[in-house]
């Protein structure tokens, strides 16, 4: 994975990248050998009108997944995307492309883009504020994620992720985010559901 960081010229700027990389992968790393599993509320506000708030929860082991929200269950097993409709008890089987899998799992979009930004970081305690900046011109002007270190459990935690699109800007909270060793089946199987293929 290559990360990109801005004008580090004295040794002092060395040891912070040194200290970003070791952030990065360590939070990656866990995402990719922990199952973690966190609630999440979605905020959208675009220019002066009122926020729109939407509530789920989010289940991920490596890039595998099962998200819950806007009324769907999506899950993914490393092939297959599985939507589930419940009121329609409908479920649709689809290989999806990069940019699906990132549009539903903003961890995955945020470790996408770590690869295409400069990024910077501020240390405050044991909070740690990223900062992504497409190097090439796009229409997300910048990410910004934060970073709790928990020292007791060695762990980094992410608690909250920006996304700043010229007037709108997205924030997704995580709350009661916990990792574990238990490996969760991620196919979806619901009783009874019509079954639209679309592989």
């Known amino acids: 994975m290559s990360f990109f960081f801005r004008n580090f010229a004295s040794s002092n700027d060395i040891h912070m ?3 970003l990389l070791s952030i990065l992968q360590s939070l990656f ?3 990719g050998q922990k ?3 966190t609630n999440f509320t979605i905020t959208v506000q675009e220019n002066a009108a009122q926020p ?8 991920m082991h490596g890039e595998q997944f099962m998200l819950e929200a ?11 995307l599985y939507m589930y409709n419940q009121d329609a008890n409908e479920l649709t089987l689809s290989t999806p492309t990069r940019d699906e899998l990132y549009q539903a799992n903003p961890l995955l ?3 996408a883009m770590a690869e295409a930004c400069e990024v910077t970081e501020q240390t405050s305690g044991n909070i740690t504020t990223l900062t992504f900046l497409p190097k090439e011109r796009v229409a997300i002007d910048r990410i910004t994620m934060k970073v709790k270190y928990v020292a007791k459990t ?3 935690i992410p608690t909250l992720i ?3 699109e010229g007037l709108r800007t997205t924030t997704v909270h995580f709350r009661n985010l916990r990792y574990s060793d238990e490996l969760n089946d991620y196919v979806l199987k619901p009783n009874g559901a019509y079954i639209n293929d679309v592989r």
Request: proline residues 0%; neutral net charge.
């Open 17 to 19: 990248k040194i200290f």
């Open 29 to 31: 790393a866990l995402l």
């Open 35 to 37: 199952t973690m599993s």
């Open 52 to 59: 729109v708030s939407y509530t789920g929860k989010l289940d």
């Open 70 to 80: 806007f009324g769907t269950l999506a899950s993914f097993d490393g092939t297959t």
């Open 109 to 111: 979009f945020a470790k």
């Open 154 to 156: 060695e762990e980094y």
């Open 162 to 164: 920006t996304l700043k």
